[in-house]
């Protein structure tokens, strides 16, 4: 079975801050990773996805995310946050095919400052 | 845009009563899942259904949780007996084919008093 953890739970940052969340996965084979953001009183959303290809892959507002294989990360991180940006950021993961389930961490909460 | 909806957002109900959460997966998706999220801790699996019946379920979904998908477009999940514990949000997720993303609704606070 795959496991995902995440390093921060709770990250304070100031507008215009850069962001880089960790994440790191267990499996021993081959993995679907995704990052879910949960803005306060609203559902998870698709922040971004990797699937195959290229490792660095860009979702919406301006995050972006590398699968570092050897490493089993897959970091996110924005060079420069807003004060929208507050909410609980989840790294997840899948095995490959079928109906396979994701997998999450335990969330990490950021705090935009103004 | 297609979503996934959840009703009801909120639900109160006291400890041993039986309660249904309803969702309405997007219409062409074929796999289903339900997800919980007790409060301040992870979102944890409950169960995966295809094809009409359940491929996988976690540890806590014990014989007090069933799902079922009457009608072809609602999917639920019933605690027949519910406990303090069960309080937490439960999270309804849908995808269409394998190797996509699920697609979550917005959750159904579930309140045991």
């Known amino acids: 079975a795959q496991s995902v953890s995440q390093h921060n739970h709770h990250v304070i940052l100031s507008e215009a801050a850069s962001l880089e969340l960790g994440c790191n996965y267990s499996y021993g084979g081959t993995v679907n990773l995704f990052w879910y953001v949960q803005y306060p009183g609203q559902h998870l959303q698709l922040l971004l996805k990797y699937f195959s290809g290229d490792p660095l892959v860009k979702g919406i507002k301006g995050f972006e995310a590398e699968f570092i294989k050897s490493k089993f990360s897959f970091n996110l991180r924005k060079p420069s946050v807003q004060w929208s940006d507050t909410a609980e950021y989840f790294c997840a993961v899948n095995a490959l095919g079928g109906y396979s389930t994701l997998t999450f961490g335990k969330g990490t909460m950021l705090l935009v400052s103004p | 845009e297609p979503e996934v909806t959840q009703t009801p957002s909120h639900q109160v109900t006291q400890m041993g009563q039986e309660v249904i959460l309803r969702c309405v997966p997007i219409s062409n998706h074929l796999y289903f899942y339900w997800y919980r999220q007790i409060l301040g801790q992870k979102v944890e699996f409950l169960v995966s259904f295809y094809n009409n019946e359940i491929s996988e379920k976690s540890e806590i979904f014990d014989d007090q949780f069933s799902v079922e998908r009457p009608d072809g477009s609602n999917f639920t999940l019933k605690i027949r007996s519910t406990k303090l514990e069960d309080s937490a949000m439960y999270f309804c997720?849908?995808?269409?084919?394998?190797?996509?993303?699920?697609?979550f609704g917005q959750g159904t606070r579930l309140t045991v008093v």
């Open positions: 997720a849908s995808r269409g084919q394998e190797d996509t993303e699920a697609f």
